[in-house]
DNA sequence: CGTCTGGCCCATC
DNA sequence: GGATGGGCCAGAC
């Protein structure tokens, strides 16, 4: 989110310079239709960061918990969740997805089937 | 400066 | 299916 203030001008002074990489992630996952998923490179690529798939994950690892952001639609690209099996996040992404009606097979979501196309 | 580590990706074998 | 190696970018030493 910018801060700005206005001048006379009408330029704006930003606390930050620019759209945060983080800003520009989290717009674009925000933008993931329900019942469909992106994967991380997928979103790097809209954000207009075509080879920072890894940027996605920090960014995701940062997202404060009232967010209210679709985290659990950015999954890997073998269309798995980028999770330990074990973990509670993996069971929350999980069910989240689930609830979703997007479909789990062998612990794997069908990529052709569920991945948003813009 | 260098090196390692991430909710990764891709080509290749 | 799996393993490996290169690439990517930002942070943390």
Do not use: C
Request: proline fraction near 5%.
């Amino acid at each position: 989110m910018y801060i700005g203030i206005s001048s006379s001008q009408h330029t704006y002074i930003y606390t930050m310079t620019e759209p945060t990489r983080q800003e520009a992630i989290y717009t674009a996952i925000a933008h993931i239709p329900e019942g469909k998923v992106a994967t991380y490179g997928q979103i790097a690529k809209l954000a207009g960061f075509p080879r920072g798939a890894r940027l996605v994950g920090q960014a995701l690892r940062q997202l404060p918990a009232k967010s209210t952001i679709p985290w659990h639609r950015v999954i890997n690209a073998q269309g798995q969740l980028s999770f330990p099996k074990a973990s509670a996040k993996y069971h929350e992404q999980y069910a989240r997805l689930q609830a979703e009606d997007v479909a789990f097979n062998g612990g794997k979501i069908n990529l052709t089937q569920f991945q948003w196309d813009i």
